[in-house]
């Protein structure tokens, strides 16, 4: 059987979180980067920024990376680690 030092532990969350950062990182920069060229290519072919056709894809995909986010930033809502702890401990006494 194998034990698990604490310090490892705590190292292997800590990488999990910063990959987490890092694609909600790469997330935000495509999201820009193809937002701004979707609007200038639209205002080339004849849209005013005004107009909010230009927006509608910057708007959806808003909503997605916000998402993404509060799922990095706020992961126990719903199914965090105290959840994934109790089930794992009720998974444990129930094969044992």
């Known amino acids: ?38 609007i200038a290519r639209n205002t080339q072919q004849g849209l005013q920024l005004s107009d909010m056709d230009n927006y509608w894809t910057a708007i959806f995909w808003g909503v997605g990376l916000l998402a993404h986010a509060i799922g990095v930033y706020v992961p126990d809502i719903f199914l965090g ?9 009720e998974l444990m006494d129930k094969y044992k």
């Open 81 to 89: 680690k105290e959840w994934e702890e109790r089930k794992t401990r």
């Open 1 to 38: 059987m194998e034990t698990y030092n604490e310090e490892d532990l705590k190292y292997s969350e800590a990488r999990k979180k910063v990959k987490k950062l890092k694609e909600l990182y790469v997330h935000a920069v495509v999201y820009v980067l193809v937002n701004l060229f979707i």
